[in-house]
């Protein structure tokens, strides 16, 4: 990875390469009961899991995109976004990623790719309409430091053995599961989906907890690299208040993509700590509180 001007995070490494590990070591046993109760399928379990990871990680940028209606666009078509990126991209020493723009009034933006050559970063129209300048720059440095931290492409990684349990949930649902006269084979097969969902809520935990210590670092990188703390806060703020103007349709069709977006876009209904993707807003703002006052404003 080049080396960029985000402030290091060391905290967000450790907390990366921990939950990398245990998500590894779920994935190990996971696929190891897969193969002992499936017997002798076993080599289309590693292929089709093999291929399922593949792809997630290959082509996740494009399906992100492509999910929240980015649509890629030239300084030509948004020129005052595309200056915003130019200079943050020049002052953070990074390559320019794609420039994207999603046709939706939520305010939101996000950052997608694999690596720092194979990123995307997207404002919505909602997000262009609301913001200042200065604001606006913070929301994209926030989002420019996932990718210079590589934590977009550790939370693909991340998720895709929540995926990989989904899927074969469904598989054992769906492909004769009870149909058998055989007690024993049922039997065998009923463990696939109760592995499964105790599967996916470990790793769905593991995940919602890397996703709010990466937004807490995001909103530090991108307001050290700025030097402008209060105009993030200011964006927080706005955003955050202007969410509860949304139509609930269109919050509750934005709600997948939560882990994604710089604020979740909530239905109206309160989210435990524990299953948010994002910490609260209080705790952002009071941590860009701590950095104006460190550097003197």
Known sequence: MARTRFAPDRGLTRRMVTTMFLIGLLYVVFVGVLIAVLGRAWPLILVFAGGLFVAQFWFSDRIA????????????????????????????????PRVAIAD?????????????????????TGLLRRLEPEELEGVLAHELSHVAHRDVAVMTIASFLGVLAGLMTRVALFSGLGRSRDNNANLLLLLIPLISVVVYVISFLLTRLLSRYRELSADRAGALLTGRPSA??????KISGEMSRIPTRDLRQAEPFNAFYFVPALSGQSMATLLSSHPPLERRLDQLGRISSQLGQ
């Open 232 to 237: 993030l806060g200011a964006a927080l703020t």
């Open 104 to 124: 939706t009034d939520v305010p939101n933006a996000f950052a997608t790719g694999r690596n720092q050559r194979n990123s995307m970063v997207c404002a919505t």
């Open 65 to 96: 995109a492509f999910s929240m209606g980015a649509r890629e666009v030239t300084p030509a078509q948004a020129p005052e976004l595309h200056g915003a990126v130019d200079r943050l991209c020049a002052l953070a020493n990074m390559p320019k």
